[in-house]
Each structure stands twice: as C-alpha cells, then as structure tokens.
C-alpha cells in the first residue's frame, strides 16, 4: 500500500463545477505539497501545506493533521485547468528532501 | 520557463548508446533531484543532491549515474539502457530548511525512448 493514496484517480466535471481531490497519507508529516502536471510533463508546484488551509486564486488547499489527509477544491472550475493534481508529503522519518507522491488525479473538465 | 531547465526535450536512444540529460536551475535553490515517471505509476525518485545529503534510491540500475558539479547543474548518465527505461525524466529543485522543502520547481522533463 502506497503512503500516499488519492481519490479518485480520475474525474471528469463540466465547467463551472466545484471540485474537490482528496490525499490521505499514513506517515507523520512534516509538510504536504499538491502539483500540477500538464500533458507534456512539466509539474508546477501549487501549494506547500504543513496546517490549516491555503487559497491562491480559485484554488484551495486545506489539512487536517490528525485525520493525516488533505483536499484540493477547484471552485469554478475552466478546461484549462484539465491536469494531473499529484499529492506529496515529506516524511518526518526522512530527511526535507525527500517527498512521497501519490499517483496522481487525471481531472478532465469539458466546456 | 520555471527557473528549471532540462536538455534534451525529447531522446531517442539505442541499448547500446551512451547519452546525458542536463539539467540546470538559476534559482539558487540548495537541492537538486532526478525523478523518473512511467505510465501509471507515481514520480520516483532517483538521486537527491543537497548540501545535507546525497541520496540513491537502491533500486536504481547502475546504467544510471548521476554527477552533480555544482549546486546549479545535475546530469544524469546513460549507457547500455534497456527498454524498460523508456519513461518522462524530470528534474527538480528546491531549498531544503528547517527539515522543509520550500520552492519545489520542476523542469519540463526529458521523453526518453529505449530502442
């Protein structure tokens, strides 16, 4: 079983849908990342969560520390934001430089 | 462009073929990774380099070889790879403190293909 399990693997939505991706992991954390990985690989990196919730434009991340699992919300959610979101935490057992992914959340939105 | 820059964009390569994918970051970031990506599997990691460690994973074949010069260039050597190898090769960046990774930046990877 991997540390990092998301769901669901995939999704699809019509535009304007509200989106939520969830990562619950198993390990203690220092810190949980969500990435975003466009056809042709490039992955940006969205959020760097170790509490509570972070919002960048439509995007919101939120955790919760003693449930160990996390959830990315897309509100309004646009074509363009058609990806994969990739969940990743760093371990407390292993050094800052190592992270732990998930396999990834194909999301699809269609006009 | 993300600060990350990875050469080649795409490769093509025999079993037989020495090759090297660069990778270089000017973002002044203390940590430098390669990660590989196959169809249907989560990222990884191959190799970290940081002033705090240098780490293999094991399970890495030793047709893969790493040289890190600098904090600012990583490369990953190939020679005598197999099909199997065939993946998205992405290179990575950030500033390890505190036992926290800050600024995690990707390059836009290398498709490399075994023939």
């Known amino acids: 079983k991997n540390e990092v399990e998301q769901s669901p693997q995939n999704l699809t939505a019509q535009e304007g849908e509200f989106i939520t991706i969830n990562c619950s992991y198993s390990?203690?954390?220092?810190?949980l990342h969500w990435l975003q990985q466009h056809p042709g690989g490039g992955i940006v990196s969205l959020f760097m969560?170790?509490?509570g919730k972070k919002k960048h434009g439509r995007l919101i991340a939120t955790i919760n520390i003693q449930e160990k699992h996390s959830s990315l919300h897309i509100t309004a959610s646009h074509p363009r934001d058609s990806a994969v979101y990739i969940c990743?935490?760093?371990?407390?057992?292993?050094?800052?430089?190592?992270?732990?992914f998930g396999e990834g959340t194909q999301l699809t939105v269609n006009p | 462009e993300t600060g990350v820059t990875q050469t080649p964009r795409h490769l093509v390569m025999g079993m037989t073929n020495k090759k090297s994918l660069k990778c270089e970051q000017h973002?002044?970031?203390?940590?430098m990774y390669w990660y590989k990506q196959s169809a249907k599997k989560p990222l990884e990691l191959m190799f970290v380099?940081?002033?705090?460690?240098?780490?293999e994973n094991n399970s890495v074949p030793s047709r893969f070889s790493p040289e890190c010069p600098n904090s600012s260039h990583l490369f990953l050597h190939l020679h005598t790879l197999q099909p199997e190898d065939s993946a998205l090769y992405l290179c990575?960046?950030?500033?390890?403190?505190?036992?926290?990774?800050?600024?995690?930046?990707f390059g836009s990877g290398t498709r490399l293909t075994v023939v």
């Open positions: 990575a960046s950030s500033q390890v403190s505190g036992g926290l990774n800050y600024g995690y930046t």
């Open positions: 390990v203690g954390i220092s810190a």
């Open positions: 969560l170790s509490s």
């Open positions: 990743a935490v760093t371990s407390k057992e292993t050094s800052g430089s190592r992270l732990t």
């Open positions: 973002l002044g970031h203390n940590a």
């Open positions: 380099y940081s002033l705090e460690e240098r780490v």
